[in-house]
C-alpha cells in the first residue's frame, strides 16, 4: 500500500534510498549553476560588447579577414550623404 501511494503521487519508489535522491538533487543544483553561470557570462556588459564589436566587424570584414567593399561603399556613401545634407540646410538657412 505505501508504495502504491508514493507512486502515484511522486512517480518514485517507496524503497528507492535517500542517498540516490540525495544524489539527483546534487545533480539538478550543479546543472542549476551552470546554468547561472552562462546566463551571467552573457548577460555581462563585456560580454556585450564583445559580441556586439565582432557583429559589427563581420559586416565590414568576411570570415577570411577580407574587406566586404559592398558594405563599406554603402556606409561611406550614406555617411557621405549625411553630410552633403548637412552643407546643404547651412547654405539654405545661412
Known sequence: MAQTMADSRGGRHAAEAPDNI????EATRDRLADTIDQ???RASPKTIARREAESL????????GNA??????????AVVGVV???VALRKVSG
Open 39 to 41: 546566463l551571467v557570462y
Open 84 to 86: 552633403a545634407a548637412m
Open 22 to 25: 540525495e544524489r539527483e538533487m
Open 57 to 64: 566587424k563581420s559586416y565590414f570584414v568576411d570570415a577570411q
Open 68 to 77: 566586404r567593399v559592398d558594405n563599406i561603399v554603402k556606409v561611406v556613401g
